[in-house]
């Protein structure tokens, strides 16, 4: 089955013309695909958490030097 993941990240809301031209893309998709999904994210409205210092720093500890109480994020 086809999906589409619709991405937007304008923090103009209404007034954006990039949601405008992504939203036709989209329509444009759907017709072409009238049993597709579509995930919608706006990362404008609903961001993604901050990847800080001890995020990245976390990530290069190997496996079995982690503790079960601060595993890596994101793995």
């Known amino acids: 089955m086809a ?4 991405i937007d990240s304008s923090i103009q809301g209404d007034r954006s ?3 405008r ?5 989209r329509d ?5 695909h009238p049993g597709g999904t579509v995930t ?7 961001p993604l958490p901050h990847f ?7 990530r290069l500890v190997p496996p079995e030097l ?8 994101g793995r």
Do not use: F, I, K
């Open 3 to 6: 999906h589409l993941l619709h």
């Open 17 to 19: 013309v990039s949601r």
């Open 21 to 25: 031209l992504t939203a036709r893309a």
């Open 28 to 32: 444009v998709w759907r017709a072409a």
């Open 40 to 46: 919608y994210r706006d990362l404008g409205s609903n």
């Open 52 to 58: 800080d210092a001890a995020t990245g720093l976390a």
């Open 66 to 73: 982690r503790t079960r109480l601060r595993p890596a994020r």
